[in-house]
Nanobody, 125 residues
């Protein structure tokens, strides 16, 4: 399984950014799975941001509810994270992850068994 993130960059506070995660090497057909976005700021632990089940149900961390939207394009095997009203505290390395045996809340790092390398998001004026 390979997960490759893209779309990070420098954005001003209040701005928007869309992250993508291209997935390959996993047969999603008729399988139960979950995909998620996590982030890790300098000096902090990795935290769950959002998750989406194979059937479309979503979960968000309280800190991003109403500002971030997770979605997926099954035809393209691509996961997205649309981020709006960005704040300096959103600055972090963002990772996508795949859980092939979904359990728990979907926002806990140990629930996932495949990870991408990350894409850096910097929110600064």
């Amino acid at each position: 399984v390979q997960l490759v993130e893209s779309g990070g960059g420098l954005v001003q506070p209040g701005g928007s950014l869309r992250l993508s995660c291209a997935a390959s090497g996993y047969d999603y057909t008729y399988r139960t799975y979950r995909m998620g976005w996590f982030r890790q700021a300098p000096g902090k632990e990795r935290e769950g941001v959002a998750a989406i089940e194979n059937y479309g149900s979503t979960t968000y961390a309280d800190s991003v509810k109403g500002r971030f939207t997770i979605s997926k394009d099954n035809a393209k095997n691509t996961l997205y994270l649309q981020m709006t009203s960005l704040k300096p505290e959103d600055t972090a390395m963002y990772y996508c992850a795949l859980d092939t045996f979904p359990w728990g809340s979907g926002l806990v790092e140990t629930e996932y068994n495949y990870w991408g390398q990350g894409t850096l998001v910097t929110v600064s004026s």
